[in-house]
């Protein structure tokens, strides 16, 4: 099989991601990796979790910025997936707290608006991706540039 190019590899994989919004986050806790379900959404190209701001995953961010980002892929009985590299932190703007609560689709079942105080808006750039399609038995990595 030829090697797909980067630039329609990368459309390829967001376009995975933009309909498997289920993903596996994972942070460190000092020396002990830390792994959980999120909601990954896209708002204005950029990445975003959605989260209380009490959870564990907060205060792990604040301490370690890398992260990694896993999405399970399947596709007619085969399975693949995206390992997204890169740094999170936690967003402080009020206006894009605001924005990114509209694309979240579970925002309102949680939170009571933008401003409420159990609401942390996590940022995620990736900058390295692993890649391995439904049924294809070698993956492809590349780093992003944004």
């Not at 694309?103 to 900058?127: A, K, M, N, T, V």
Request: net charge negative.
């Amino acid at each position: 099989m030829a090697k797909v190019n980067e630039s329609a590899l990368q459309q390829e994989m967001l376009a995975w991601i933009k309909q498997n919004q289920y993903v596996y986050l994972a942070t460190s806790d000092k020396r002990q990796a830390r792994v959980r379900p999120v909601v990954l959404f896209l708002h204005a190209d950029r990445y975003f979790f959605a989260t209380f701001s009490g959870d564990a995953k907060v205060a792990q961010i604040q301490a370690n910025r890398l992260v990694e980002v896993c999405i399970p892929l399947h596709e007619e009985g085969h399975t693949g997936y995206i390992r997204l590299s890169g740094s999170a932190k936690i967003v402080t703007n009020a206006a894009l707290k605001s924005e990114a609560s509209e694309r979240c689709f579970f925002f309102d079942q949680y939170f009571g608006g933008y401003d409420d105080p159990d609401y942390s808006l996590i940022e995620f750039d990736p900058d390295f991706v692993e890649y391995l399609r439904p049924g294809e038995g070698f993956s492809q990595s590349f780093n992003l540039k944004r």
